[in-house]
């Protein structure tokens, strides 16, 4: 998995590509977790280019959401191919996203 930090001055977009294990998972728990450091809980996931996520990797992005929103933010994702989405249904994480066609829609949902 890569990750690609697109901040903005509310909102930080991240572009990932690949697939997404656990051990990768972890990274982006690191990274979401500092950006929480720096007061930054508005974050757009870019899935575009992401093939394939481990089953626990979601879950563990479920339990990041819940914790952005006690935050006062929220992770939305944005591109996700048919195949990656029907993977956050099948655990039943797909509601528990804002899920966005776009990266502009996804930042203008923050601003709104």
Known sequence: MAITLNPTETVTVLRLSGDISVSDMNALVQVLTDLVLENKNK???????????????????????????????ELKLVGLIPYVGNLFKLVGAFSQFDVVSDEDEAVARFDS
């Open 43 to 73: 974050v757009v996931l870019n899935f575009r280019q992401v093939k394939h996520v481990s089953l626990n990797a979601i879950s563990m992005l479920v339990e990041r959401n819940l914790r952005f929103r006690a935050l006062g933010g």
